[in-house]
């Protein structure tokens, strides 16, 4: 199992960046396929940028391809998203999640561990 803990939110302007940070615990975390995504108010929670379990590859959601960044560092158990020129559509509630699944993985079905969420405002 591995736990997971989202930090980095907050309120921002429109146009400005913000960094998330996702910490695991729990043995393995290298193994993972680790993935971010959103829920905004009255929305369905939707994929953001997934990376594989060396950090090499990565893939991203149309809506964010650019302007956010997905890294991950297996010797401290994290994984990052930065998140740059903002828009207020990227208001959302965002969660960190672990999945067994090898490669890159936008499903959300395949994802077993969920961090709590950090919210996002951007104002415009």
């Known amino acids: 199992q591995v736990q997971l803990v989202e930090s980095g939110g907050g309120l921002v302007q429109a146009g400005g960046s913000r960094r998330l940070s996702c910490a695991a615990s729990?043995?393995?975390?290298?193994?993972?396929?680790m993935g971010w995504f959103r829920q905004a108010p009255g929305k369905e929670r939707e994929f953001v940028a997934t990376?594989?379990?060396?950090?090499?590859?990565?893939y991203y959601a149309d809506s964010v391809k650019g302007r956010f960044t997905i890294s991950r560092d297996n010797a401290k158990n994290t994984v990052n998203l930065q998140l740059n020129s903002l828009k207020p559509e990227d208001t959302a509630i965002y969660y960190c999640?672990?999945?067994?699944?090898?490669?890159?993985?936008?499903?959300?079905?395949?994802?077993?561990?969920w961090g709590q969420g950090t919210q996002v405002t951007v104002s415009s």
């Open positions: 990376i594989n379990r060396s950090g090499i590859n990565t």
């Open positions: 729990g043995r393995a975390f290298s193994s993972y396929t």
């Open positions: 999640a672990a999945s067994r699944t090898p490669g890159v993985v936008t499903a959300r079905n395949q994802y077993a561990y």
